[in-house]
């Protein structure tokens, strides 16, 4: 298993303005992955975070709005960029070791 | 396109029941499905683990069974009990690339 801490565990951010999330996870691991839950819904994949090279994004989401860094095999980062209400959710850092996947605390985002 | 959807989306029992929660997905071809829990507001916690050669798995009171041809998954849950009371969430895994699609989630309470 792994064990993964996300930062920070919640905020109260400005539309306009960005946020970085920060995933660590005590082992190092190939695939890195973002997820986002909006209220009340199900988790939808944003990207996946490969190390040494860009992000490989889902289908309606962009670089622009969330860029993610991969300086490693145990970190990543998630930025979500000039924030509206719409991005209020909790982003979730997730890991696979092989077969199985293991999921971070989450970070609850609120955009006012 | 795969898609995943969870019947009920929510349930309500008396403490002791025994209880299965439904999945079901259109694509047969997958990796794996994977069961996880939600508590509010937290993370996801991984519960079973089917690869897609498997049948069913089984941890404690949980038992989580896997028919590919007919595009559906079960979770079982013995004697349920108020700490069981959570939402539980289904995921099935396309490939190899680790990217999982969920679905909407069953919400459980456990009445004492």
């Known amino acids: 298993s792994a064990v993964i801490s996300q930062k920070p565990s919640r905020d109260i951010c400005q539309r306009g303005t960005s946020l970085t999330i920060q995933c660590q996870v005590d082992s190092q691991v190939t695939m890195m992955f973002w997820y986002r839950q909006q209220p009340g819904q199900s988790l939808t994949l944003i990207a996946t975070?490969?190390?040494?090279?860009?992000?490989?994004?889902e289908s309606g989401f962009v670089i622009d709005k969330f860029p993610i860094s991969r300086p490693n095999l145990t970190f990543s980062t998630l930025t979500v960029s000039n924030m509206s209400p719409e991005d209020s959710s909790i982003y979730l850092c997730?890991?696979?070791?092989?077969?199985?996947?293991?999921f971070g605390p989450g970070t609850r985002l609120t955009v006012t | 396109k795969q898609e995943v959807t969870q019947i009920p989306a929510a349930l309500s029992v008396p403490e002791g029941e025994n209880l299965v929660l439904n999945c079901s997905f259109t694509d047969s071809a997958i990796y794996n499905l994977q069961w996880f829990r939600q508590d509010p507001g937290k993370g996801l916690t991984s519960l079973l683990l089917?690869?897609?050669?498997?049948r069913e798995q089984t941890s404690g009171r949980l038992n989580a069974s896997l028919d590919k041809s007919s595009g559906r998954s079960t979770l079982y849950i013995a004697a349920s009990q108020p700490g069981d009371s959570a939402t539980y969430l289904c995921?099935?895994?396309?490939?190899?690339?680790?990217?999982?699609?969920f679905g909407q989630g069953t919400t459980l309470q456990v009445k004492p």
């Open positions: 995921a099935v895994g396309s490939s190899n690339t680790g990217k999982l699609i």
């Open positions: 975070a490969n190390q040494g090279s860009e992000a490989t994004y």
């Open positions: 997730s890991v696979g070791t092989g077969y199985e996947q293991y």
């Open positions: 089917i690869q897609s050669s498997q």
